[in-house]
């Protein structure tokens, strides 16, 4: 296998989370981001991405809508509201346009500001190895891949 030197971000993390820095696009020009630098957490098992109540609502963002769809989180099934927000940028490199988020209730960590689902992730390719404490993060083809599978 060759370096994949060219991959777009290699993260060194814990070994338990995944946190990469997000910027959230406000809601309208009048609303200034905070400068303080928020994360989200890399979540495999989340089907879509899902903000915090608090961080949408500094963000500009109000326009919460009942999903009317059930969830099944690790607490149980629920139903979550959902939030329209014009962009997220991931680890300063990666821009997905508008979006649908899930809306979360009562998170208590201020720079922890959301996870990162798999209506994102499955755009990306990633890598993860515990091994070596490291995640790889790319919008771009991985040739060496295709050896493996």
Known sequence: MTQ?????????????TIKLPVLVAPATSIVRPSGLIHHMIIDTGADTTAL???????????NFQNSGIKKRTATGEIEL??????????????KVGKI?????????????????????????????????KKFMLTGQKVPELESLF
């Open 4 to 16: 994949l030197d060219y991959l777009n971000l290699v993260s060194k993390f814990d070994g338990k």
């Open 52 to 62: 915090t109540e608090e961080f949408l609502r500094k963000s500009g963002y109000d």
């Open 81 to 94: 509201l959902t939030c329209d927000v014009i962009g997220i940028t991931i680890a300063n490199q990666f």
């Open 100 to 132: 649908t988020v899930d809306v979360l209730s009562g998170w208590d960590e201020h720079t922890v500001v959301g996870v990162i689902g798999m209506d994102i992730l499955s755009r990306m390719t990633f890598i993860l190895s515990h091994e070596h």
